[in-house]
């Protein structure tokens, strides 16, 4: 029989997408796991040994990224992918990593940036639950672990459950910082605590110790550690955009916006001048600057993580760089990207005393701050 050349098979890239989604793994939540690479949970009241190995930085765009000195650039080896989440959005409830994490724009961040503009108080529900929470991804390897092989295992944990702690001690002691070196490192024996949040209970580093290792491992085993640079599934932003305020699912955004996380290049040069109008004060252009819907009204405590104890709702939520998770902390969020030359010009200019141009919206200070908007553009 003859083909009909007009018809188109439903089969025509569907068959494709799918084996792609086969071959890169299991999905777990917001990650997207090598085929064979388990999870690794940490449990409380649990002691553990492991291993943190190190991985080849793949993205041009890393949260630790020190040009200066080399740390967590592209092509080099590095220990821990910092990133952060946001919880319940859209209709199922999902939770999705910020677009922030890979140096992009977050329409639910800029909502958040717009709200205080306006008035709104850090405090309040619909500011702090828009905040995202920071978490830090690692390729461990369990040691003498009944539960867990002594193979690399996805190691996904608030930064406020173990990085703050692990920073802690090698401030302490810097001795220790070669921990993730194949051929110096030191295995860490990890005890948890338990706390609790509400109703809900977690584990959390309450002590370090840093043994040395029996033996040094072969680079070979950096053939078995996956880029944590890519385990991310981060969506597009237009995705993103469309579940927040349209209030639509996942598998609803992903067919209108896609998960590539990136913006076509007309988007761009449509978002350019509406950076522009804002540091206007004409009326008029304020008055051609779109309003977005709002979105349905959430609770942040609603949205609490039994991962993360310290949502203390007496402290003040510096978006991003405190770990929402569920248990609030104060921590220093990661190098951004180089901000402008006008920003290293005017390094003075914050009346706070903290880097101009580079720490917008990272300290306490920031909420109501005279220079806010400048800091921001000098960022841009």
């Known amino acids: 029989m003859a083909r009909n050349k007009k018809r188109k098979s439903k089969f025509k890239g569907a068959v494709s997408r799918n084996s792609e989604k086969q071959n890169r793994g299991t999905q777990y939540g917001h990650l997207k796991l090598p085929k064979g690479m388990s999870v690794f949970k940490e449990e409380p009241k649990t002691r553990v040994m492991l291993d943190i190995m190190p991985y080849m930085i793949t993205s041009d765009y890393h949260p630790d990224r020190d040009d200066e000195y080399g740390i967590a650039v592209k092509g080099e080896l590095w220990y821990k992918r910092p990133y952060w989440l946001h919880r319940d959005v859209g209709s199922d409830n999902q939770p999705v990593v910020c677009p922030t994490s890979m140096g992009q724009k977050c329409p639910i961040c800029e909502y958040r940036a717009q709200l205080l503009k306006e008035g709104a108080k850090w405090d309040d529900d619909s500011v702090k ?22 193979e690399p295992h996805i190691w996904d944990v608030s930064q406020f459950l173990f990085q703050e702690k692990l920073n802690e ?82 598998d609803e955004a992903d067919e209108k916006g896609g998960q590539d996380g990136t913006r076509d290049e007309e988007e761009e040069e449509e978002e350019k001048p509406r950076r522009r ?57 990661p190098t951004k990207r180089k901000p402008s030359g006008k920003a290293r010009q005017e390094k003075d200019k914050c009346p706070h005393g903290h880097k101009f141009g580079w720490e917008n919206d990272e300290h306490d200070e920031c909420d109501g701050c005279p220079v806010w908007e400048e800091c921001l553009d000098a960022l841009e």
Do not use: H, W
């Open 129 to 150: 639950g828009l905040k995202p929470s920071m978490r830090n991804l690692y390729v461990i390897i369990p040691k003498e672990n009944k539960k867990f092989p002594e």
């Open 169 to 250: 001690e090698v401030q302490e002691n810097e001795d220790y910082e070669t921990f993730p070196d194949l051929e110096e490192g030191f295995t860490l024996r990890v005890r948890f605590s338990e706390g609790t949040f509400g109703s809900n209970k977690f584990a959390e580093a309450s002590r370090i110790d840093f043994i040395e290792r029996d033996k040094a491992y072969n680079e070979s085993i950096l053939n078995e550690v996956p880029s944590l640079d890519e385990l991310l599934e981060v969506p597009s932003y237009q995705a993103l955009e469309a579940m927040f305020f349209g209030n639509i699912s996942r």
């Open 277 to 333: 109008r804002r540091k206007s004060t004409n009326e008029d252009d304020e008055e051609e600057k779109p309003r977005r819907r709002r979105p349905p009204a959430r609770s942040c405590k609603d949205e609490e993580d039994p991962d993360d104890p310290d949502d203390d709702e007496s402290k003040e939520d510096d978006y991003p760089d405190e770990e929402d998770d569920y248990p609030d902390e104060e921590e220093e969020k």
